[in-house]
């Protein structure tokens, strides 16, 4: 099966600092990849996708970087807000159809 | 625009039993998809319709799971008999094709005892 991994597990910043939130894949093949927001007892929320044909995409106050070279997916996120608390996971997907999820970043803003 | 809307919210049941989810997507989307979100962990697939045929079921385990999406529109979840792994949360999703976002449902909480 595919992985899809985070690099940590835990993630803690000081209100208004950008954070950064890192995901490894393993699929060389794999052409959209999706970052998604989950906050507690709700279902996943998407942030911002990319494609492969991409290195960099931008949203609001969030920024999504492709390194295929390194199998290599982050998530920025500017001037964090308290809001911004909830886990994040990316998501890989080389045919459309069968979408990985990774295990999962929970980020905590200090206010 | 209405959500992806699930039912139940919650439920309980005892090993050996029965239990069906309901899923109704947003309007207009052909592709649905089940999840099934462990504690602590990332979302699996279980299966994934395009309409109502099955484009990909792979990690569907078959010998007590069970879907079906009447009429491309909603869809039903079905597991019998459980087992206590299946304790997790079943997350519904669509969208308008597979290389687009994935609009989820609240899911539903299912404790196995």
């Known amino acids: 099966g595919e992985s899809v991994g985070l690099h940590l597990p835990t993630l803690s910043v000081q209100e208004g600092d950008n954070s950064i939130i890192n995901c490894a894949y393993s699929n060389s093949a794999s052409d959209y990849f999706i970052w998604y927001k989950q906050e507690s007892g709700k279902g996943p929320q998407f942030i911002i996708d990319?494609?492969?044909?991409?290195d960099k995409r931008q949203g609001q106050r969030v920024t999504v970087l492709l390194n295929k070279t390194v199998k290599h997916l982050s998530l920025q996120i500017a001037a964090t807000q308290p809001g911004d608390s909830a886990v994040y996971f990316c998501a890989e997907t080389n045919t459309g159809n069968q979408f990985y999820f990774g295990t999962g970043t929970s980020l905590t803003v200090i206010p | 625009e209405a959500g992806v809307a699930q039912s139940p919210r919650y439920k309980i049941i005892e090993k050996r039993q029965s239990v069906a989810f309901w899923c109704n997507p947003i309007?207009?989307?052909?592709?649905l998809y089940w999840y099934q979100q462990i504690l602590g962990q990332g979302p699996k697939l279980l299966i994934q319709?395009?309409?109502?045929?099955?484009?990909?079921d792979s990690q569907l385990p078959k010998d007590r799971f069970s879907a079906e999406r009447l009429k491309g529109v909603d869809s039903t979840l079905k597991i019998q008999p459980a087992k206590l792994e299946d304790s997790a949360v079943y997350l519904c999703?669509?969208?308008?094709?597979?290389?687009?976002?994935?609009?989820f449902g609240p899911g539903t909480r299912l404790t196995v005892l």
């Open positions: 999703a669509s969208s308008l094709s597979g290389y687009n976002e994935q609009f």
């Open positions: 990319i494609r492969s044909n991409m």
């Open positions: 319709f395009q309409n109502n045929g099955v484009v990909d």
């Open positions: 309007s207009g989307h052909a592709t």
